[in-house]
């Protein structure tokens, strides 16, 4: 079974950055893919940037240019460094992994973003 943990989320104010970590219990060079989802209180889940295998990233329109996904294999971590937020990023955030037809989700971490 994989277990992703994610960490990093917490208040900050508008123009501010945090980076989010999701800890995996394998090799993150193993999945198919990873991504970063937010989910808010009545919105649907959104995918925030996908990294899939060979190292390519998708993001949503919304956070292009202030937001980046990295990826360090040797100690089976990924990040969303995250910069400029503002209110309309507040959500929780998930780590998720793909390989083959399983998907596996981390507990989410809260962003929140206030003045």
């Known amino acids: 079974q994989v277990q992703l943990v994610e960490s990093g989320g917490g208040l900050v104010q508008p123009g501010g950055s945090l980076r989010l970590s999701c800890a995996a219990s394998?090799?993150?060079?193993?999945?198919?893919?990873m991504a970063w989802y937010r989910h808010t209180l009545g919105k649907q889940r959104e995918m925030v940037a996908r990294?899939?295998?060979?190292?390519?990233?998708v993001y949503q329109d919304s956070v292009k240019g202030r937001f980046t996904f990295s990826r360090d294999n040797a100690n089976n971590t990924v990040y969303l460094q995250m910069n400029n937020l503002t209110p309309e990023d507040t959500a929780i955030y998930y780590c998720?992994?793909?390989?083959?037809?399983?998907?596996?989700w981390g507990q989410g971490t809260q962003v929140t973003v206030s003045s």
């Open positions: 998720n992994a793909d390989q083959s037809v399983r998907r596996y």
């Open positions: 990294m899939i295998i060979g190292g390519s990233v």
């Open positions: 394998r090799s993150v060079a193993s999945f198919d893919a």
